[in-house]
Structures are given as structure tokens and as C-alpha cells.
Nanobody, 116 residues
Framework: VQLVESGGGSVLAGGSLRLSCVAS????????MAWHRQGPGRQREWVAS???????NYFDSAAGRFRITRDNTWNQVQLQMIGLEPEDTAVYFC???????????WGQGIQVTVSA
């Protein structure tokens, strides 16, 4: 199973980006999908997650600015980000949990840079 992120880039503060992540390979049954990020000199942190039914949760700073969605047919997860701030600069990673294999899969990460 391979996860590939897309949609990153550089924007000015206040700008928007939409990240996407798609799973390929022998995908069986994905339950939770999530986004995480790791900023310069910081540990990786959870950003948002969404379950199979579409119920989503966000970390405090993301609430109201980020929106996570998923497409179960294509094993895709997206993260719409608005009102970006320089503090959002990080490498963003997607993850998916395969309930049959009982393990998480991770993408390699994609850079998001927000300039003041």
C-alpha cells in the first residue's frame, strides 16, 4: 500500500491550499484517515482525522480554518486549508488505518510554506 500526497506549495499568509492523499496497492478496509504535520524543529503533530462515517475532529488551531473530507470509493482524503498562517508552515503527512492488516500507512509528506 502506498499513500501519495499532492497539493502542497507556497502561499502568502491568509491564502488557501487543498491537500490530497490517495492510497494505491492492495488496500483492504480503511477506517480512519488523518492528516499530521511537522514544522521546522518541531515534533510531528496530529492535525485532523475523519472516520468512515465522515465524522471529523480537528486540533485547536485548525478548527474553523481546516476541513478534512474523504472519498471512500477511491480511498482518498483531502484537507482544505484557508486563512493560512506562517505557523502552519510544515511538512504535511496523511495516514490511513487498514483494519484488515491492523496497521497504519503513511505518506512521505508534502511541504506547505506560508510567508508573512
Amino acid at each position: 500500500v502506498q499513500l501519495v500526497e499532492s497539493g502542497g506549495g507556497s502561499v502568502l499568509a491568509g491564502g488557501s491550499l487543498r491537500l490530497s492523499c490517495v492510497a494505491s496497492g492492495d488496500v483492504f478496509d480503511i477506517s480512519d484517515m488523518a492528516w499530521h504535520r511537522q514544522g521546522p524543529g518541531r515534533q510531528r503533530e496530529w492535525v485532523a482525522s475523519i472516520n468512515r462515517g465522515g465524522s471529523a475532529n480537528y486540533f485547536d488551531s485548525a478548527a474553523g480554518r481546516f476541513r478534512i473530507t474523504r472519498d471512500n470509493t477511491w480511498n482518498q482524503v483531502q484537507l482544505q486549508m484557508i486563512g493560512l498562517e506562517p505557523e502552519d508552515t510544515a511538512v504535511y503527512f496523511c495516514s490511513m488505518f487498514d483494519t484488515v492488516r491492523g496497521k497504519y500507512y503513511w505518506g512521505q509528506g508534502i511541504q506547505v510554506t506560508v510567508s508573512a
